[in-house]
């Protein structure tokens, strides 16, 4: 096994069928688990990891597409359905359940491993998940960018259009400095650089311990303003 050689599990009653798809694909280049039902694949699961699931819907107990709406609820691994149906229907019940792709028997192996190669391609061009923006600590309060929240402790601190606006701003890129040009520009302050400077004054009444004396919220002489939080 190579570190990029993709890990599938093919799960199948039909162990004749499960046998010919492990060899056929371990023979193509990739790394093949089996399990016979949804609980083997579960334990499957549960203990390793995989690139993508090729999976019957036609299994005794849980059904291939009661396994595919279940994992869906928390896995994003691409899944490709195999049955012994193929009318329109069951196709749509398929992709509905989550699948990616969906693929009637009998079939040839080679169309199952370029649809499996496709599903993997596509599945290696998509951009990253986007990270949640993490909380901004500020001495006993915490600033969260997701619910666009300030607090401290219980207490919800109100913050003004304006300075929500800018306070996100800066806490989605703690230590760089903005000038009031940018600042005026990106956020919802209507005016010019003496209108940042007074939103900031008002902002600082909010998050500083001594406004006049700012902890989190710097001025940077001739450049703007810079928040520095908490680690």
Known sequence: MT????????VDDD??????LRKYLAGNGFLVSTAKDAADARAKLGGLSFDLLVLDIM?????????????????????????ARGEPDDRIAGLEAGADDYLAKPF???ELLLRINSILR??????????????????PMIYFP????LRA????IRLTTAEASLLRILAASPGTTFSREELTERSKVAGNARTIDVQV????????????EPRYLHTVRGEGYVLRPDP
Do not use: C, F, Y
């Open 3 to 10: 570190e990029d050689q993709p890990h599938i599990l093919v």
């Open 15 to 20: 162990t004749r069928l499960r046998e010919l």
């Open 59 to 83: 299994m005794p107990g849980e059904t291939g597409l009661e396994l595919t709406e279940s994992l869906r609820r928390d896995r994003d691994m691409p899944i490709l359905l195999l049955t």
């Open 108 to 110: 040839n192996p080679r």
């Open 122 to 139: 596509r599945q290696a061009s998509r951009p990253p998940e986007p990270v949640p923006p993490q909380p901004v600590k500020l001495g």
């Open 146 to 149: 997701d619910r666009d929240e």
């Open 153 to 156: 402790g219980e207490e919800v």
């Open 201 to 212: 004054t008002r902002l600082r009444r909010k998050i500083e311990p001594d406004p006049r």
